[in-house]
């Protein structure tokens, strides 16, 4: 059964996923009524296509999904009956590119090092075993954390004094910085944008406008969380919503994590497929 009434949008850290085990385990009897009910779990994240395959292989996912804050649409071929404009095919996707090339990102990067020496050290500046050790990711996956194509995240010392001049060189270049766990150097994207992309394609294969459903836990979610009809704002650890994220129409999921995301998914699907 397949319900494309209704789509859910989700990020992963903090929010499907627990910020210290990256476990989605009590999110489980949620996942469980997605998938009986056939409604897409679209995820949107920060992370990179190899971070995001090994988690959609352990959900038993096979829906479309966003990387990089926006970066790219992956889509499975043969999921849609139509092409994809602009798209290209890419091992068993059609991919829409959105984002900068991680090259010309580096590049902005680099700029913003010389002008701040010593303030900034971003993924590429650092080993896997740093990343591991920042991010509490096994190696493995501290690697794939680091296969980036889109976007490139960063420490930044000193932010009070330093974010304006990082700020000021990106927005120079065309470029855009976000926060989540950690600073990110982005292209003009944003997630807000790819889901858009991604409700228009499933509304144009199936001729309906489906409800859309999304959740997140940081700044950089505001853009996914502007644009679905049901926004959804985890709690963080300790209990505390994420103060910059204010809209109107929020809804504040009742726990931390994956219990938070699974009661508000629960409430949510209930209340639009009766």
């Known amino acids: 059964m397949t319900n494309i009434r209704i789509l859910i949008f989700t990020d992963l850290d903090g929010t499907l996923l627990d910020q210290r085990t990256y476990s989605f385990q009590p999110a489980r009897p949620a996942l469980r009524l997605l998938r009986e009910s056939g409604i897409p779990l679209i995820v949107c994240t920060s992370k990179t296509r190899a971070e995001v395959e090994q988690v959609r292989t352990a959900l038993q996912n096979t829906d479309p999904f966003i990387v990089e804050n926006g970066g790219a649409i992956f889509v499975p071929e043969g999921g849609f009956?139509?092409?994809?404009?602009?798209?290209?095919?890419?091992?068993?996707?059609?991919?829409?590119?959105?984002?900068?090339?991680?090259?010309?990102?580096?590049?902005?990067?680099?700029?913003?090092?010389?002008?701040?020496?010593?303030?900034?050290?971003?993924?590429?500046?650092?080993?896997v075993e740093e990343v591991a050790r920042l991010t509490g990711l096994s190696r493995e996956d501290a690697a794939r954390a680091k296969e980036r194509e889109y976007d490139e995240p960063f420490l930044l010392d000193d932010p009070a004094a330093n974010l304006d001049t990082v700020k000021?060189?990106?927005?120079?270049?065309?470029?855009?910085?976000?926060?989540?766990?950690?600073?990110?150097?982005?292209?003009?994207?944003?997630?807000?944008?790819?889901?858009?992309?991604?409700?228009?394609?499933?509304?144009?294969?199936?001729?309906?406008?489906?409800?859309?459903?999304?959740?997140?836990?940081?700044?950089?979610?505001?853009?996914?969380?502007q644009n679905v009809d049901f926004p959804v704002l985890v709690q963080q650890p300790g209990g505390r919503y994420e103060p910059s994220i204010r809209l109107g129409n929020l809804i504040f999921a009742p726990g931390e994590g994956p219990v938070g995301w699974s009661e508000a998914v629960r409430e949510l699907v209930e209340r639009l497929s009766g």
Request: no cysteine; glycine share 12%.
């Open 81 to 127: 009956p139509s092409e994809l404009p602009g798209a290209r095919k890419d091992s068993g996707y059609l991919v829409v590119e959105m984002g900068t090339s991680y090259s010309r990102i580096l590049g902005v990067f680099s700029a913003m090092k010389k002008r701040l020496p010593g303030r900034l050290r971003g993924f590429s500046d650092l080993s």
């Open 168 to 225: 000021e060189i990106a927005e120079s270049a065309g470029l855009s910085i976000t926060r989540g766990r950690f600073f990110h150097l982005t292209g003009d994207n944003d997630k807000g944008r790819a889901v858009i992309l991604v409700r228009d394609i499933y509304a144009r294969a199936n001729g309906i406008v489906p409800r859309t459903i999304g959740l997140g836990d940081s700044p950089n979610d505001l853009p996914l969380l």
